[in-house]
């Protein structure tokens, strides 16, 4: 029974990640045929602000040069942590799809 219950997970996470994998080719049908990519740094007082700041500043030099992008996705990596967790630095890829 348990062996049944453990297909069936990795079945349903194989669904999903193929169906993550084509998105983008779904994205592309509409219009959105030119890949954009940009890496920022972003800092902020708490973990959840660093991220943010990081995510933000990576979509918007994507839209500075893509004007109408899908959503994407963001890779975003720690880069610094102060000792006392006042100060979160992050640094974060953003990667979509745009129309020219």
Known sequence: MRNVTLLRRFGLVSALAVGLATAPAAAHADGYDTP?????????NTYA???AAAERR?????????????PGTYYTSGVYSSPGGGTWVFQSTHEAMCVD
Not at 36 to 44: D, L
Not at 58 to 70: F, N, P
């Open 36 to 44: 954009r990519s940009a890496t920022a740094v972003g800092a902020g």
């Open 49 to 51: 602000e660093g991220i």
């Open 58 to 70: 990576a979509r918007q030099a994507v839209l500075a040069v893509g004007h109408d992008c899908t």
